[in-house]
């Protein structure tokens, strides 16, 4: 394609808080990781109504949902577990009508922590709300201790994942105390710690490039290999946009 590939990023939000105002902010991480990738990344703040959600989304070539705080599972029909730090009403409110366009148009989009659950969830999965709890063998998934924690990933072959990391032992930046319980139809997983919780997941469609990972790609303690996450992502895109152009022409 002529122009890099517009890749719009959410941002998170903090509401207004005694003497400080509400803010948006993004970790550099994600944009930095686009940009290296090829892309141009566009911030989205929270709009406020479907209009606005698709005037923007005309105009780009996919989307990264961020990661953030835990979503609140009452939306969904559940109760707040003692463990959650829910996100703040304002993004998530955005967050879910986003992901819900994005789908609806089948746009590229690339899930990151609570971004992938948020995508698994819009499509019709489910969450374990704190793992500790819900698979009580699973190994560590957080370690306050060490933000650099890591933990082995199994990799499924034939999916994206696998063209990114091939053979051999892989670790990755997994912190996170919910996870996917089931796969959303339409979706299958493409990676999972050794203990059997879900650490990826992508589209089985082949009209929709979305992916999902639990671990953080974009983080400062991931590999340099993790960051090909990124580079498959922009060249579907890439891929997809340019045989669209040779279909109109």
Not at 15 to 35: H, N, V
Not at 55 to 70: E, F, K, M, N, S
Not at 77 to 105: C, K, N, T, W
């Amino acid at each position: 394609m002529s122009r890099k590939p517009l890749i719009g990023l959410n941002a998170d939000y903090r509401s207004q808080r005694k003497e400080t105002p509400s803010f948006l902010f993004l970790w550099a991480g994600y944009f930095d990781a686009l940009i290296n990738a090829g892309a141009t990344p566009v911030v989205i703040p929270p709009l406020p109504g479907d209009a606005e959600i698709a005037q923007v989304l005309d105009l780009l070539d996919g989307v990264v949902l961020t990661g953030g705080a835990d979503l609140d599972p009452r939306r969904d029909g559940y109760e707040v577990d003692p463990s959650m730090v829910l996100m703040e009403p304002r993004r998530e409110d955005f967050d879910r009508r986003l992901v819900r366009h994005i789908a609806q148009r089948r746009m590229p989009v690339l899930g990151i922590g609570a971004g992938m659950q948020l995508l698994n969830v819009s499509q019709g999965g489910s969450l374990y709300f704190h793992i500790k709890i819900d698979i009580p063998k699973a190994l560590p998934h957080i370690d306050n201790a060490d933000p650099n924690h890591r933990h082995a990933l199994v990799v499924e072959k034939g999916t994206l994942l696998d063209r990114v990391y091939g053979e051999g032992e892989i670790r990755v930046n997994s912190m996170h105390h919910m996870a996917i319980a089931e796969v959303a139809p339409g979706f299958m997983v493409s990676a999972r710690c050794p203990d059997g919780v879900i650490e990826a997941i992508e589209s089985t469609s082949d009209d929709w490039v979305a992916i999902g990972t639990q671990f953080h790609p974009e983080a400062p303690s991931a590999s340099v290999l993790d960051g090909r996450i990124f580079e498959e992502f922009v060249a579907a895109i890439t891929g997809k946009t340019e045989m669209y152009q040779r279909m109109v022409a």
